[in-house]
């Protein structure tokens, strides 16, 4: 039997369990063969690994709504339950969530919404703007974010396709070395947006995505020559793109088409004699109406606190 320990620390706990522990009754009560324990600012569940998943994933819906929201009815719980038990793939309507912050609710329940002032701007600038730029170091969020709206736009019909790109350039490892293509050679790299994209979206809907390509993702290289319709474009480490590799990247996009870049100014792996397209595209585009740049910082770090400092001593060593 394995185990899984909650942390209930920044919730209120008399909301989580509800009167009575109405709430964690109607938990349990869904879930007989897996034990389910509250004890001090810690849920407990004890079971098998498919069970304990699924547990989890309607008390970080709880937790999410309860950051929001004063109370956690047992309708709510109710609901989540039955959302995660009967998942249709598809986004559930769930009306009592009025926070502006949700983007969407993903694979198994999991609310995503922005977390930061400056995520909430990116997701504003790419509600008004064709092109948008995020800039920031890592950790702020800014490819999970632009994932997400990607997903939200497919799942909304606003557009037919995601297309994800990056640049095949080495951070310290040589590419040569790996066995396969290109694509296979990349792949690996990539594992931050197929991460997130389990998050979103069904894991045999995304297969069938990735199969049929509604859901593309390919090395910036294979982008040449084509012309995208009606797709919702993230490039991902755009630090790493070269002037002519961001210039033949911008003029892919077609009509109705949306596009995202991400990118960390502090880590570019290009060699020393080659320009970054980020900092370019930052210099000549600027002022052109329909592209906007976001800049996300160290008070945007999602990650462990640390992650924040570490940037921080990084930035000031390198002043």
């Known amino acids: 039997m394995l185990e899984k320990i909650i942390s209930l620390a920044d919730i209120s706990l008399i909301d989580f369990l509800g009167v009575s522990n109405a709430n964690l009754q109607a938990l349990m009560n869904a879930f007989p063969q897996t034990k389910i324990i509250a004890r001090g600012e810690q849920l407990?569940?004890?079971?098998?690994d498919d069970q304990i998943s699924l547990v989890e994933a309607i008390v970080n819906q709880c937790i999410a709504h309860l950051e929001s929201h004063s109370s956690?009815?047992?309708?709510?719980?109710?609901?989540?339950?039955?959302?995660?038990?009967?998942?249709?793939?598809e986004e559930k309507v769930m009306p009592w969530v009025d926070d502006k912050d949700v983007l969407l609710f993903g694979n198994k329940g999991i609310v995503i919404k922005v977390k930061t002032p400056n995520q909430r701007k990116l997701v504003e600038s790419a509600s008004k703007n064709d092109i948008v730029f995020a800039i920031g170091p890592a950790g702020t969020g800014k490819t999970y974010t632009a994932v997400a709206l990607a997903v939200k736009a497919l799942k909304n019909k606003e557009v037919k396709k995601i297309i994800i790109t990056r640049p095949a350039v080495e951070a310290g490892e040589n590419l040569g070395f790996?066995?396969?293509d290109l694509k296979e050679k990349i792949d690996p790299y990539l594992r931050p947006i197929y991460d997130a994209l389990d998050d979103m979206i069904p894991q045999e809907k995304l297969k069938f995505y990735l199969e049929n390509r509604t859901i593309e993702i390919a090395p910036l290289a294979y982008?040449?020559?084509?012309?995208?319709?009606?797709?919702?474009?993230?490039?991902?480490?755009a630090q790493n793109t070269t002037s002519m590799q961001m210039k033949m990247f911008l003029t892919r996009m077609g009509i109705q088409s949306k596009t995202i870049i991400t990118g960390d100014k502090s880590q570019v792996d290009l060699p020393k004699n080659q320009t970054s397209g980020l900092g370019d595209a930052e210099r000549i585009l600027a002022?052109?109406?329909?592209?906007?740049f976001v800049e996300l910082d160290g008070s945007d770090v999602v990650r462990h606190r640390l992650v924040r400092e570490i940037i921080e001593a990084y930035g000031k060593q390198s002043k």
Not at 73 to 84: A, C, E, N, Q, R
Request: hydrophobic content about 45%.
């Open 44 to 48: 407990t569940i004890r079971g098998s």
């Open 72 to 89: 956690l009815s047992v309708k709510h719980m109710t609901l989540f339950i039955d959302g995660v038990l009967n998942p249709t793939g």
């Open 287 to 292: 002022g052109i109406e329909g592209i906007a």
């Open 178 to 180: 790996l066995p396969g």
């Open 223 to 237: 982008m040449r020559g084509r012309t995208l319709n009606k797709a919702f474009i993230l490039l991902d480490e």
